[in-house]
Nanobody, 132 residues
């Protein structure tokens, strides 16, 4: 498995912003590297929800999506040189309160990026709390 480390979770007021980071340890980025990185979140008593995905092949972006529940507020990006993926969260609402997880797999697609079973490596999670 590929070690993943999330950071950036915190407590914020509704309407505020946070940026989460996920670093892939020991990952060597090459021209032909395939990397599907996704952010999931899980609130107490709820199922794990796919929030955003970024699938790259070398320097090209093959897939970049955010879920309908966060569209217009969240964005995913990467710094390939640092093997780090970011989740920028703006205009946050109380429903964004959850544990956020980073996930990795070499492949993903439009039909399965939001399914937890697609990924073979997960981070430990970082907690986000939004108070109104």
């Amino acid at each position: 498995q590929v070690p993943l480390m999330e950071s950036g979770g915190d407590s914020v007021q509704a309407g505020g912003s946070l940026r989460l980071s996920c670093t892939v340890s020991g990952y060597v980025h090459t021209r032909d590297s395939r990397k599907c990185m996704a952010w999931f979140r899980q609130a107490p008593g709820k199922e794990r929800e796919g929030v955003a995905v970024l699938y790259t092949v070398g320097e090209a972006t093959a897939l970049s999506k955010v879920s309908a529940s966060v569209r217009g507020r969240f964005a995913i990006s990467q710094d390939s040189a640092k093997s780090t993926v970011y989740l920028q969260m703006n205009n946050m609402i109380s429903e964004d309160t959850a544990m956020y997880y980073c996930a990795f797999n070499e492949y993903c697609g439009t039909s399965n990026w939001y399914l937890p079973r697609t990924y073979n490596a997960w981070g430990q999670g970082t907690r986000v709390t939004v108070s109104s």
